[in-house]
């Protein structure tokens, strides 16, 4: 008898296959946070080279994932996703401080979290830019959703009085750019600071656009 294979649906060793499934795709995307992130770079890793990291077949692979690229755009939104939600873990922490206090709070727990693991710092600054239009895109779309954060926050500082009340978007956007090209260059060994010294430039360009 002929056909298509189907994905087994029964339990196996006490789990069900939508959690051997989910295992599999771990085991590939950690696999490429180490490759992609590291040696050799994502341009340089193979489906075979990727799989035989994760212990998997490629057979298996194409099972998760249509291509590489699916893999590297997943990777990219988990990194920013945590990022992300450390961040307002320190807006949540700091609701009453004043607006250094916040935004010191804000990007030290940012950058430690992107600058802790260099495969994080890779795949956010290095191995995403340029692989196509449709990477591109979620990227630039990632990082509209930090100038809108910025937005919010310079919102709200004028609000308690401690910015000017003017249209911060363009100002945001540069300063977000400023934001991962400095993470960019300090990871990579190009700005003789510490991490505490370059999340305090940055307070004080921020505290700058405010004009507080």
């Not at 692979?61 to 590297?72: G, K, Q």
Request: one cysteine or more.
């Amino acid at each position: 008898m002929t056909g298509r294979l189907r994905k087994a649906t029964g339990r196996y060793a006490g789990r069900t296959a939508q959690e051997r499934q989910a295992e599999r795709r771990r085991r590939f995307l950690d696999a490429a946070l180490t490759l992609f992130g590291g040696e050799p770079g994502y341009r340089a890793t193979t489906v075979a080279a990727l799989s035989e990291a994760a212990g998997l077949s490629t057979r298996q692979f194409y099972e998760e994932f249509r291509t590489l690229e699916d893999v590297l755009a997943v990777l990219h939104l988990e990194v920013n996703d945590s990022a992300e939600e450390a961040a307002l873990a320190a807006l949540v922490e700091t609701p009453d401080r004043p607006v250094a206090e916040r935004a010191a709070a804000v990007f030290r727990a940012y950058a430690a979290h992107v600058t802790g693991d260099p495969r994080r710092t890779r795949i956010t600054f290095v191995e995403i830019v340029g692989v196509s239009p449709r990477l591109e895109h979620q990227r630039l779309a990632r990082r509209a959703r930090w100038v809108d954060l910025l937005c919010a926050q310079a919102r709200d500082a004028v609000e308690r009085g401690e910015a000017v009340d003017r249209d911060y978007r363009v100002a945001a956007a540069a300063f977000i750019g400023s934001v991962n090209g400095l993470l960019h260059d300090w990871s990579a060994g190009w700005v003789d600071a510490s991490l505490d010294e370059v999340v305090e430039e940055l307070v004080r360009v921020l505290l700058g656009l405010l004009r507080t």
